[in-house]
């Protein structure tokens, strides 16, 4: 930092041999510096800088480590504490405090409008959640469980027509990517999904730059309900409520695979092919999906 003072200096007139003395400055060292002023250092923690900023400008409710990850991306691999130092001395912190709600987060505002919400002749806001074919309406969510190594995360895309789970994605960290591998394999056991309504929370998983992506990609249209009210996303609360019962407070878990093949076993084996639903005529959404597909093939 003194290296330049000590240029501005020299262009004053003053020799260099009084400046350097002055400000305690080694003659070798200014001269190096005059023969490159910008270090390796300093473009590196430049490009870092950028980086973290580019992802900041693009989700300014999201910390550090959300940032980190994001540069990562860009090419910018640096240390969680790297990261923080940058975004420490730059203020780049969360737009949103750190009041904690029911998953450790604020949840931001919507980036989506709400699709499923309809008005009343009253006045009053309710949602409906159905469809007439499939790959209508989705609906996802997050749930999360406890195991002796520590917590697992589920997300799980469930499809209002038939009730069935079209695609989940389970992992040991509650990231974007746990929304986004979701949605992929959904998209991957389905094929055409162009135009399907995807329904869920405000959670910042759901609100991320990749997940927003990902619906455009495949030409899905987004959806999202208000702050702290399960009754607009009832539907994907009944699934996992069915799931804790069922599954998650049967027994204490000690891994978190055991947790893992538990949950796989139960939604494809006893929840898609075994578990009759009333509103689907007391048939299974497995059941359900082959007839409705059986009937339309004869019809065509």
Not at 200 to 205: A, I, V
Not at 245 to 268: F, G, M, P, Y
Request: proline fraction near 3%; aromatic fraction near 8%; include cysteine.
């Amino acid at each position: 930092m003194r290296c330049p003072l000590d240029r501005e200096l020299a262009d004053d007139r003053i020799p260099v041999t009084v400046t350097c003395r002055v400000l305690k400055i080694a003659r070798q060292q200014y001269y190096r510096w005059l023969q490159a002023p910008v270090t390796a250092a300093n473009l590196t923690a430049a490009h870092r800088a950028n980086a973290l900023f580019d992802a900041h400008r693009d989700d300014p409710e999201f910390g550090y480590r959300y940032l980190h990850e994001e540069a990562a991306e860009a090419g910018q691999v640096m240390t969680g504490r790297a990261a923080w130092s940058i975004c420490s001395q730059q203020g780049w912190w969360p737009a949103f405090g750190k009041k904690r709600a029911k998953n450790g987060k604020s949840p931001g505002p919507p980036v989506h409008e709400d699709l499923c919400a309809v008005v009343d002749e009253h006045g009053r806001t309710r949602h409906v959640f159905t469809a007439d074919a499939p790959n209508q309406l989705w609906l996802t969510d997050i749930t999360e469980h406890g195991t002796a190594e520590g917590k697992l995360y589920l997300c799980a895309i469930r499809d209002v027509f038939s009730g069935r789970i079209v695609g989940y994605s389970i992992d040991s960290r509650m990231k974007f990517r746990l929304a986004v591998q979701a949605l992929e394999d959904a998209v991957a056991m389905r094929g055409d999904v162009a135009g399907c309504v995807v329904h869920s929370d405000r959670g910042s998983q759901f609100r991320s730059r990749k997940f927003r992506r990902a619906l455009g990609r495949h030409r899905m249209v987004g959806s999202m309900g208000r702050v702290g009210s399960s009754k607009d996303n009832a539907a994907m609360e009944s699934f996992f409520a069915l799931l804790q019962k069922n599954v998650l407070d049967r027994r204490s878990w000690n891994t978190r695979e055991q947790l893992r093949i538990a949950i796989v076993t139960w939604i494809e084996r006893t929840y898609h092919r075994r578990r009759r639903q009333a509103r689907l005529g007391c048939l299974t959404p497995i059941g359900f999906e082959t007839i409705v597909n059986t009937t339309v093939a004869l019809a065509a």
